[in-house]
């Protein structure tokens, strides 16, 4: 038998993996929540308005565990009600609007460990893709991570969120193209 090629998945990702509060890390108002938000592009700079974005992150102090039991289920059919918004989880997911534009409520990742550099770990599904895509995203004071260091700066800026007013950060996610993302390979 000759292997299955590999096919694009989706765009079905807005439909059946987002749920109520995806991007509710940190509760409304809180003193300690930042927004970070930003646009998916495709190789054309055109926006993707069907993309799906995951995020992984330490809590403010560095822990990895994550709350459980932080997502509520409907009594009723079983599904995802959405958050407690109580307990923080690490974990997000977003599907990208009409426009190509993504935002996330949380806090500031803690380093987990002496040494090392918070980050934003990120997972990209979108059309056109055999293979989801991962990258961090970094704060403006991450200068002495060991990847960031190791890039030259106009690969280092895809990487690192510009702050903006009210604590928000951007980052902005090209697929392909000349400001391309710089993105990971995991083995």
Not at 50 to 64: N, T
Request: negative net charge; contains cysteine; glycine residues 14%.
């Amino acid at each position: 038998m000759k292997p299955t090629p590999s096919q694009t998945v989706g765009p079905f990702y807005g439909y059946a993996l987002p749920y109520p509060g995806g991007g509710e890390l940190a509760p409304a108002g809180h003193p300690d929540a930042v927004v970070v938000h930003g646009f998916v592009y495709d190789g054309a700079g055109e926006p993707v308005p069907d993309a799906l974005l995951e995020f992984w992150q330490a809590d403010p102090g560095g822990g990895l565990d994550g709350e459980p039991g932080s997502m509520r289920k409907d009594q009723v059919n079983r599904s995802f009600a959405g958050r407690d918004l109580v307990r923080f989880t690490g974990f997000a997911r977003v599907a990208t609007d009409a426009d190509g534009q993504w935002a996330v409520r949380t806090f500031r990742p803690g380093a987990t460990g002496p040494g090392r550099v918070p980050y934003i770990s990120v997972c990209v599904f979108a059309r056109g893709l055999l293979h989801h895509l991962y990258t961090r995203i970094y704060f403006e004071d991450s200068a002495s991570d060991p990847l960031l260091a190791s890039l030259e700066p106009d690969r280092r800026a895809t990487l690192v969120a510009t702050a903006g007013p009210g604590g928000t950060h951007r980052l902005d996610i090209h697929l392909q193209g000349e400001r391309e993302t710089v993105f990971l390979e995991f083995r």
